[in-house]
């Protein structure tokens, strides 16, 4: 008889047990180990008291993983994991489970429920959909082609965190700082892989926009934010990214999100650009993202880049990312499921 309990009745190495099991044979490499598990769970706000996993006796056979938070107003969960290992995939655990996590979200007061698959992932999206969610994009990672060997696994898909990131600049320290493009772009004053070009590309926009280097919480500050979009890129998910926004005269023109990650050694491994958006008030919408990308990913040289949960409805943005060589590698579906009592009727 299968039984859901909650994750944080479960021991840690349970916990792991199921996650490696659930996800073999799955489209990606899921393995990880109890301290990796750990920090996922801490990096992507994901709850053990809203997190569940069904067992079979004493053997846990399948899991969701569950995150619940505010956004704009508004309680949005995310299933940031399901799994079921293969004896027991096809004889309904899924279901159970899907359901158990819709019962908590009711509990919880969510407005809106979460949850990314693979595109190609035909039986899971069928699934979701048979409880109600429905799809409202297709979301793309996308990769530089010709970037360094080696430099780590991209981040993005929501199952692996790989090893990105450096050098724009350490994050502004002082209220009121505003590097220029060049300086932020380089990490200093215009050098040779770079800097000087992007200095004199800069210069027809040097007397109506500035650009601010800050956190991820300064993006979400701004009034043309979007509040409900795929988990992993809220600023909220994001503890070590950083933001760029754009400034004409004084207004918020734009702004980007995006991560460095670096190696042990301290040496930057690449960028994973997560959000780029315009103003809806600005004038010139194409000039502002040019802007943001060639600030947030040019000059840095043999590195790793990526970009993460782009939407495909971004025509704009993913036009510009494909002139810089990026190319699509995966393609997830974003659906949500309205919990209000609208939604359920």
């Not at 969610?133 to 991209?154: C, I, N, Q, S």
């Not at 990214?241 to 702004?255: H, I, N, Q, R, T």
């Not at 301290?266 to 958006?277: D, N, R």
């Not at 000059?299 to 190319?327: M, N, W």
Request: glycine share 12%; proline share 4%; net charge negative.
């Amino acid at each position: 008889m299968i039984v859901i309990r909650k994750l944080s009745e479960c021991t840690l190495d349970q916990a792991v047990q199921v996650w490696n099991a659930g996800f073999s044979g799955y489209l990606v490499d899921m393995t990880t180990n109890p301290d990796a598990f750990m920090t996922r769970q801490a990096y992507e706000q994901l709850s053990p008291q809203h997190s569940i996993v069904a067992f079979d006796g004493e053997q846990p056979v399948g899991f969701v993983l569950n995150g619940i938070r505010m956004a704009g107003g508004r309680k949005i969960s995310w299933n940031g994991g399901t799994g079921i290992i293969p004896a027991y995939r096809g004889r309904g655990v899924g279901r159970k489970l899907i359901e158990a996590s819709l019962d908590i979200y009711r509990k919880e007061g969510v407005d809106t429920a979460t949850i990314e698959a693979f595109a190609s992932n035909v039986p899971a999206i069928a699934l979701y959909e048979s409880v109600g969610y429905v799809t409202r994009d297709t979301l793309l990672v996308l990769r530089k082609a010709g970037g360094a060997a080696g430099g780590g696994p991209a981040e993005g898909t929501g199952e692996s965190r790989g090893a990105l990131g450096d050098a724009l600049l350490p994050a502004a320290g002082e209220a009121g700082e505003l590097p220029d493009a060049a300086a932020v772009r380089a990490g200093g004053p215009a050098n040779a892989s770079g800097g000087a070009e992007a200095a004199a590309r800069d210069n027809d926009a040097a007397g109506r926009y500035t650009l601010r280097h800050g956190t991820a919480r300064d993006a979400g500050l701004l009034p043309f934010y979007p509040a409900l979009g795929a988990w992993q890129v809220h600023w909220a998910s994001l503890t070590a990214g950083e933001s760029l926004v754009m400034f004409e005269d004084g207004k918020p023109a734009g702004y980007a999100l995006y991560k460095r990650i670096y190696e042990a050694s301290g040496k930057l491994a690449g960028v994973t650009l997560y959000q780029c958006e315009a103003s809806p008030d600005n004038r010139e919408p194409e000039t502002v993202l040019r802007t943001l990308l060639e600030t947030v990913l040019d000059g840095y040289g043999e590195v790793s880049f990526s970009a993460s949960h782009i939407p495909s409805s971004r025509t704009d943005l993913l036009r510009l990312l494909k002139e810089k060589g990026f190319q699509t590698v995966h393609e997830l579906v974003w659906m949500t499921r309205d919990m209000t009592e609208e939604g359920r009727a």
